[in-house]
Every structure is written in structure tokens, then in C-alpha cells.
């Protein structure tokens, strides 16, 4: 079972808005709005941030925000933050009723 | 405040056996499922497998099946990963999660903190 294909690495200067994608297939990002997304920073647990393609759990910024055409997937992030700089993840439910994560992405905030 | 709480790091010999427990609180720990993922030295999240507590039903990735055992004890709110005979390849961090699928909706929170098992001869 292939991990979702996620660039290793975006950036971006404060303020500013970054996309990071998350490609699959129509077994699993394509065939669901079972998409979901975590952020972790270096040395801790990954944190919940977007569930069910584009639903913002309670106390998740709305400077975050999911999205999905196809197969692919996207986090966006506006008015980057500093501490925005972290490792992120997608996380896709998959027609075998398993569960697939992507390779992670790291955010570097300029 | 709903929480998982992971057994402490462990350092083991290849070839010995090893259970790692996550333990739920503040929550029906029977409504939802726990997950386990692998995070290897360096890398990303890979999901190893899923149990429903309140009938112990499993699925495994088939990149895990055979290789552990994910067991659960309702009565007292903990799930466990177990090993029968580790490799120096299973040295990584483990999490639990609990898992939510269901009206249409999915995800997993929260994570417990970890688990560091380090298997060296």
C-alpha cells in the first residue's frame, strides 16, 4: 500500500498563503471525503486539523482550510505564522478499509 | 480532558518479545476505535492497524499483518501493541490514536504521546 504523494518541502514569508498537496488514487483520496490532515512539530504528536476533506475541528484556526479535486487533496494555510513551521500530514481512508497517511511535508515560514 | 496515555520507552534485544499500552480516559473508550502508527527515525506516519474495543475486532495494513498484534482490554481502557520477536527495523516511535469512523466522518484525535522502542543488539 503506497504512502499519499506530498511535496517534501513548501515555504513561505509571513503573511503570506501556502497550498500543500496530497495526490492519490480513486481507491483512496479520489473514492472518499475520508481525507484528513495533522500537523506535528519536531518531537511531539501530530494534532488534528482538518477532517472529512474541508471540516475545521473546535479550536483548529480558521487560517487553515482543506480542500479536493480528483484524487488530490489540499491544506491551505493563510496569514502564515511562525509558528506555523512544522511537519504536516494527510491521511486518507482507502477501499481495502484501511488507512493511508502521506509522506509528510515540511512547512518552512520564512 | 479526553487523553491517550502510552507506556513509557523501551530498549530490547532482537529477538525478544514486547507489549506497549495506550490507555484512554475521559471518553467511552468502547465508542470508539484506537489506531496505531509507526513513525520511523526520520520519517513519516505509517497507519499499522485499527481495533473496535468493544468487541476486540482488528484490521491491520498489509504492511503490518503478521508482524504484530493489536489487542484491547475494555474493562480497563487500554489498548496494546505487541511484538513477538522484535527487529532492529522496529525501532521507531509508536502512537496511538483514537479513531473515529462513522456518520460519515473520520479522523483521529487525540494522540497519545508516544511510545520510543529502540531494538539493539
Known amino acids: 500500500q503506497s504512502a499519499l504523494t506530498q511535496p517534501a518541502s513548501v515555504s513561505g514569508s509571513p503573511g503570506q498563503s501556502i497550498t500543500i498537496s496530497c495526490t492519490g488514487t480513486?481507491?483512496?483520496?479520489?473514492?472518499?471525503?475520508?481525507v484528513s490532515w495533522y500537523q506535528q512539530y519536531p518531537g511531539k504528536a501530530p494534532k488534528f486539523m482538518i477532517y472529512?476533506?474541508?471540516k475545521r475541528p473546535s479550536g483548529v484556526s480558521n487560517r487553515f482550510s482543506g480542500s479536493k479535486s480528483g484524487n488530490t487533496a489540499s491544506l491551505t494555510i493563510s496569514g502564515l505564522q511562525a509558528e506555523d513551521e512544522a511537519d504536516y500530514y494527510c491521511?486518507?481512508?482507502?477501499?481495502?478499509?484501511?488507512?493511508?497517511f502521506g509522506g509528510g511535508t515540511k512547512l518552512t515560514v520564512l | 480532558e479526553v487523553q491517550l496515555v502510552q507506556s513509557g520507552a523501551e530498549v530490547k534485544k532482537p529477538g525478544e518479545s514486547l507489549r506497549i499500552s495506550c490507555k484512554g480516559s475521559?471518553?467511552?473508550?468502547?465508542?470508539?476505535?484506537i489506531s496505531w502508527v509507526r513513525q520511523m527515525p526520520g520519517k513519516g506516519l505509517e497507519w499499522m492497524g485499527r481495533?473496535?474495543?468493544?468487541?476486540?475486532?482488528?484490521k491491520y495494513s498489509p504492511s503490518f499483518q503478521g508482524h504484530v498484534t493489536i489487542s484491547a482490554d475494555k474493562s480497563i481502557s487500554t489498548a496494546y501493541l505487541q511484538w513477538s520477536s522484535l527487529k532492529a527495523s522496529d525501532t521507531a516511535m509508536y502512537y496511538c490514536?483514537?479513531?473515529?469512523?462513522?456518520?460519515?466522518?473520520?479522523?483521529?484525535?487525540?494522540w497519545g504521546q508516544g511510545t520510543l522502542v529502540t531494538v539493539s543488539s
Open positions: 475521559e471518553y467511552s473508550f468502547t465508542s470508539y476505535w
Open positions: 472529512d476533506v474541508s
Open positions: 481495533i473496535d474495543p468493544s468487541d476486540s475486532y482488528t
Open positions: 491521511s486518507s481512508y482507502t477501499s481495502s478499509s484501511t488507512w493511508v
Open positions: 490514536a483514537r479513531h473515529w469512523n462513522g456518520d460519515s466522518s473520520d479522523w483521529f484525535d487525540p
Open positions: 480513486s481507491s483512496d483520496v479520489g473514492g472518499y471525503n475520508y
